[in-house]
């Protein structure tokens, strides 16, 4: 029932956003960044974190299963980065927000195809896949909060690289710490209820 009243208000919510005006009033803190390319901020950089992040929790939840404390924390991560890739692509193609890379103006919404820079789904994506461990970890270690650095780095390279507002990004790091929250929340992942149980155990098991 929770669940559905959850799905209820995020219809009612894509419905309002979907009727909204072309333009809308957006933050003061959106401007565009001068474009820079270089060092850390090189999109080969960008790709290599944010994919290290994704791929190395599914390789860390399929390698310990479900059965210990850090496998869990890691299936409850990889719902958590599936809620967030849903929530944000759908978000995307209902706002239709132009990129500065786009667009100078960050009023515009609805402009159609192609304009999808609200939220940034990589910033999403890192901040889900950490906030679980995060949420697990951090009360044992406080330094475990260090993690949110990840997605910090992303969320200001994407700023440099011109393809995302500032509201897009904290948009995209509030989104991801939702799904996480959630997915956390959860005593079972709802990815480990799609695997058989030998999957569940983890590859670890068998060797």
């Known amino acids: 029932m929770h669940l559905i009243r959850q799905s209820l208000v995020a219809c009612s919510l894509l ?10 009033e957006g933050l003061p803190i959106d401007h565009k960044l001068k474009f820079d390319d270089s060092g850390i901020w090189k999109r080969g950089v960008q790709l290599t974190v944010v994919n290290s992040v994704v791929f190395g929790t599914a390789a860390v939840a ?11 924390t890691a299936w ?30 960050p009023d515009e919404v609805r402009q159609g195809k192609g304009h999808y820079s609200f939220p940034s789904g990589e910033v999403t994506a890192v901040t889900a896949a950490i906030t ?7 009360h044992d270690n406080p330094l475990v909060y260090g993690l949110y650095a990840l997605p910090a780095y992303d969320a200001v390279a994407r700023l440099k690289s011109n393809a995302h507002w500032q509201s897009d990004v ?6 991801g710490l939702v799904t996480g ?12 209820g799609l695997l058989p149980h030998g999957m569940t155990l ?6």
């Not at 991560?77 to 890739?85: N, P, R």
């Not at 679980?132 to 951090?138: D, G, H």
């Not at 929250?181 to 480990?192: K, L």
């Open 170 to 175: 904290l948009a995209g790091f509030a989104l």
């Open 181 to 192: 929250y959630y997915a956390h929340g959860r005593e079972t992942p709802f990815a480990v």
């Open 76 to 105: 409850q991560s990889i719902d958590s980065l599936a809620l967030g890739a849903i929530s944000s692509e759908a978000l995307k193609h209902v706002v239709q927000r132009p990129r500065p890379s786009q667009n100078s103006d």
């Open 202 to 207: 983890g590859f670890h098991t068998h060797f």
């Open 15 to 24: 419905a309002l956003l979907s009727s909204a005006p072309a333009r809308a």
């Open 62 to 72: 399929l390698w310990e299963g479900s059965d210990t404390r850090f496998g869990k």
């Open 132 to 138: 679980p461990f995060v949420l697990e970890y951090a």
